[in-house]
């Protein structure tokens, strides 16, 4: 079946610094989207990429969908204590939505 | 606002209990799902439904059964809960386009004796 991997599993950074995390699949996605899950919370909606290349941004937030449309990367900027949480990038297939195993950011004040 | 709705939030309950956990939308959407989730671990596919009277399993085994009577609503039932059952599990809906995003409840945790 479908896997989705993400790397790293968990991301410590200090307040300011970047941070990026990587999802793979290992068959083609027709899209693929983000979310954001903070402690506690439920998986929310970030953003959805849908073509080979793509990049969106929003605000400090940059998304980006790979050309083979196989992999993408979400990339943080000057990171803040409320971007704590774990990310998460899902992709379909079919009636399945496949969730990535996820990235668990800690933001140190 | 997601308007997704899961009951109860928290339960405790004893092994050999039936339970089931609610989830309801009014977005009128066709596709819903049910995850498992433990505490800081991935989202699980256990169930799935393109529509009324459609229903799937997802790749993680669970012996949890769900129904799908109206659009609107869709149970998932455990007969006899187990230890191994406790849990956090997530239900999402999501219009037919297949693009659509997902909107989730706020879940529902369990915890059996």
């Known amino acids: 079946g479908q896997q989705v991997m993400q790397i790293p599993q968990y991301q410590h950074v200090q307040e300011g610094e970047d941070f990026t995390t990587y999802c793979n699949s290992s068959t083609t996605l027709s899209n693929i989207q983000w979310y954001k899950q903070r402690p506690g919370g439920h998986p929310v909606f970030l953003i959805q990429?849908?073509?080979?290349?793509e990049v969106k941004k929003q605000k400090r937030l940059t998304f980006q969908f790979g050309e083979a449309k196989k992999n993408s990367s979400l990339h943080i900027t000057a990171t803040q204590t409320t971007d704590v949480g774990t990310y998460f990038c899902a992709g379909p297939n079919f009636n399945k939505f496949y969730f990535g195993s996820g990235t668990k950011l800690n933001v140190k004040p | 606002e997601a308007d997704i709705y899961q009951t109860p939030r928290y339960l405790v309950i004893g092994t050999g209990k039936k339970i089931t956990l609610e989830c309801s939308q009014t977005?009128?959407?066709?596709?819903m799902y049910w995850y498992q989730q433990d505490p800081g671990m991935e989202l699980h596919l256990i169930h799935y439904?393109?529509?009324?009277?459609?229903?799937e399993k997802g790749d993680l085994s669970s012996e949890s059964t769900v129904s799908r009577i109206r659009t609107e609503h869709f149970p998932l039932t455990l007969e006899s809960a187990r230890p191994s059952h406790t849990s956090q599990y997530l239900c999402a809906s999501s219009d037919l386009a297949n693009t659509g995003e997902l909107f989730f409840g706020e879940g529902s945790r369990l915890t059996v004796l």
């Open positions: 990429l849908v073509k080979s290349g």
């Open positions: 439904s393109y529509g009324v009277n459609s229903t």
């Open positions: 977005m009128g959407h066709d596709k």
